[in-house]
């Protein structure tokens, strides 16, 4: 008796398991059919109940944009440029549109290197050449120059360097003119000034060679030309570390910046440019002043790379007429 009532259940907790399997069964059949759209998956018929879209992460956002320009090229710009002014740290720092420079200087160290990448994928530069370049990086006439003029004829098309945003664009009575601002994936911000017409405006996505407006003589200008320039959290350093005048082209497609890089007029960027009032021009003019000693071996043409200036320059600047007449130990100004 007791094996056969053992027997009993045994087969009876056999078909309870049986029973059990087949109510699994039943109940996985409602996820059995398997939607497949844009080579994903989905457990319900996504034209029906459509998924949202998946957070793009900050590092993102600029092989986003610069697929879409490639792919896409009707994307909505709007709805683009609004997701990466509030999702990128590039943009949503320090974002400005009535201030020219909402922050100046940058806190380096003599040791500190930062690594900026200027173009990635498939993204373009564009060198904005009308056959001149006329007053570089530097000191003119005894006031800092901080960037480079490019002469042009009024009317000329000017357009973006690199992809990016326009964080400012208006008119600047501090000098500039009409000036538009850039700023770029690579944290950096370029300025075009003495404009006749701007064409954009903050918060537009633009693409490199696009245009962002036509040439002028606007703002303390004296003959149509494009100022332009360079800058990285508002300080300025010298276009020519970028791009090369003779074969405009890019040095290369990533930009090491060091303190002397940003540094190097040799004073601190905090003089008014029309929306700030700080130290006075010859405070920062007398600061900006330095020398180098020739060594041995070394030509007009080697120092004025070292301290990115023209041979031209440095002849004016010491009263030179024979650039191939240096002594060693000849102090030279060089700022």
Not at 8 to 17: E, Q, T
Not at 113 to 123: F, R, Y
Not at 239 to 247: A, E, G, L, T
């Amino acid at each position: 008796m007791k094996e056969k009532a053992l027997i009993l259940m045994l087969f009876a907790l056999g078909m309870a398991g049986q029973v059990g399997a087949q109510n699994t069964r039943a109940k996985s059949k409602v996820c059995d059919t398997v939607w497949i759209m844009n080579n994903r998956a989905f457990n319900r018929d996504p034209r029906i109940f459509p998924p949202p879209p998946p957070p793009i992460p900050s590092y993102g956002y600029r092989h986003v944009v610069d697929s879409l320009s490639h792919n896409f090229p009707e994307f909505n710009r709007a709805t683009v440029s609004t997701e990466i002014i509030e999702g990128d740290t590039n943009f949503n720092q320090d974002w400005n549109t009535e201030q020219l420079f909402p922050t100046t200087g940058v806190a380096l160290q003599s040791s500190d290197t930062l690594l900026l990448k200027l173009t990635a994928g498939e993204e373009n530069f564009h060198f904005n050449y009308y056959g001149r370049v006329g007053w570089g990086y530097g000191l003119r006439y005894g006031r800092p120059h901080e960037g480079v003029d490019l002469g042009l004829s009024t009317g000329d098309t000017v357009r973006a360097a690199f992809n990016g945003i326009v964080r400012y664009a208006k008119y600047n009575a501090g000098g500039y003119g009409n000036c538009v601002i850039v700023r770029h994936f690579s944290g950096l911000e370029t300025l075009y000034a003495h404009l006749s017409q701007i064409s954009v405006e903050p918060g537009n996505l633009v693409l490199a060679g696009e245009v962002l407006g036509l040439g002028g003589n606007t703002g303390h200008s004296y003959g149509s030309h494009l100022h332009f320039e360079f800058r990285y959290k508002g300080t300025s350093f010298d276009p020519m570390v970028i791009w090369n005048k003779d074969s405009m082209c890019l040095q290369g497609d990533s930009l090491c910046l060091t303190r002397s890089t940003l540094t190097h007029l040799g004073y601190a960027h905090n003089y008014s440019y029309g929306n700030s009032t700080t130290s006075s021009t010859q405070s920062a003019v007398s600061a900006s002043t330095r020398y180098h000693t020739v060594r041995s071996g070394e030509t007009l043409s080697t120092i004025a790379r070292k301290y990115h200036t023209s041979v031209s320059k440095l002849q004016r600047l010491n009263n030179i007429s024979n650039p191939n007449r240096l002594r060693v130990g000849q102090r030279l100004r060089v700022y």
